[in-house]
């Protein structure tokens, strides 16, 4: 059995195939980034999942792509801990920019991929190899237009009273909003960056409002200045996007692409069902 997972820091998508690529099952688990999580709670998110639990003997080959996997540190500390659950295993770890890379650009493609989901990042792809001029450092410095920082900005803005009141209102009927939970959350809980990133469904539900078509195309313009613009390709080749925040603001994510001379390519809202295809044609070769 082979194992296939992109892995956010919000949600993992598994899907499993036999020795030929036919598919067997598809699960999900929670997100398991290794920057922010400790191996109790990963163990117990894979275990807690009756698919993988059941079949964890049978899998012969992993490839997992996780947020926060770009560093030897981080895969060498999932891999002890993926080859002490699935014991009968051969397990490759990358970083999540490869499985938007795999899903979006075609092969031989020279392409700028990007991520904005609960996180955010962006690659170059020469047609074979990725290349990253931002080193990232994580949701609390960088993240532009991610779900996480459209979490951290509608939270500020709401307690500097700068959000608009008939909004203000609106966001504290759907939220709890008070300051303890929220600073537990932040500063007590695991995934304190997939807790700012819940918060960015209301940006989504709410943007035909001025204040919040102001925050998205801030975010994105920071976005495009900050990571896309570093690559002198940036006008040249197609830009692709994976995430639920490209996906679900794509009208205004064109918008300001096409106001900054950029040319979208894809945009997925992820990246699973494709990565299946590139593993049969690419790495079964079936």
């Known amino acids: 059995m082979i194992l296939i997972v992109d892995s956010g820091a919000t949600k993992s998508d598994w899907i499993a195939l036999d020795e030929d690529g036919n598919k067997l099952f598809l699960t999900k688990t929670l997100g398991l980034s290794p920057e922010v999580l400790t191996r109790e709670i990963i163990d117990e998110r894979l275990a ?3 698919e993988l639990s059941n079949n964890k003997k049978e899998v012969t080959q992993l490839y997992f792509y996780g947020a926060g996997c770009g560093t030897d540190r981080m895969k060498n500390y999932l891999t002890k801990i993926f080859k002490n659950f699935f014991v009968n295993a051969k397990v490759s770890i990358k970083e999540d920019t490869y499985a938007a890379i795999h899903a979006t650009a075609a092969p031989g493609e020279h392409a700028i991929v ?3 989901g609960t996180g955010s990042n962006c690659s170059y792809y020469d047609g074979s190899e990725v290349f990253q001029k931002v080193t990232s450092l994580g949701y609390i410095l960088m993240d532009d237009c ?4 459209f979490g951290r900005q509608l939270l500020r803005d709401y307690y500097y009273h700068k959000m608009p009141q008939n909004l203000a209102h609106k966001f504290s009927e759907a ?3 008070e300051a303890d939970i929220i600073k537990n959350n932040l500063y007590k809980q695991p995934n304190p960056n997939t807790y700012l990133a819940t918060f960015a469904r209301f940006v989504i539900e709410n943007r035909d409002h001025e204040y919040s078509q102001k925050l998205i195309r ?3 313009q920071l976005f495009i200045d900050n990571c896309i613009m570093q690559y002198e390709q940036a006008k040249s ?3 692709h996007f994976i995430g639920s925040i ?6 205004e994510l064109h918008e300001v692409m096409e106001q900054n001379g950029l040319k979208v390519g894809k945009i997925l809202r992820r990246p699973i069902d494709n990565l299946v295809e590139y593993h049969r044609e690419i790495v079964f070769n079936k």
Do not use: H, R, T
């Open 48 to 50: 807690n999942n009756f």
């Open 114 to 116: 990007c991520i904005l």
């Open 146 to 149: 991610s779900g996480n920082y």
């Open 175 to 177: 939220y709890d909003l």
């Open 218 to 220: 801030k975010g994105m």
């Open 237 to 239: 080749v197609p830009v």
């Open 246 to 251: 490209a996906f679900y603001l794509q009208e």
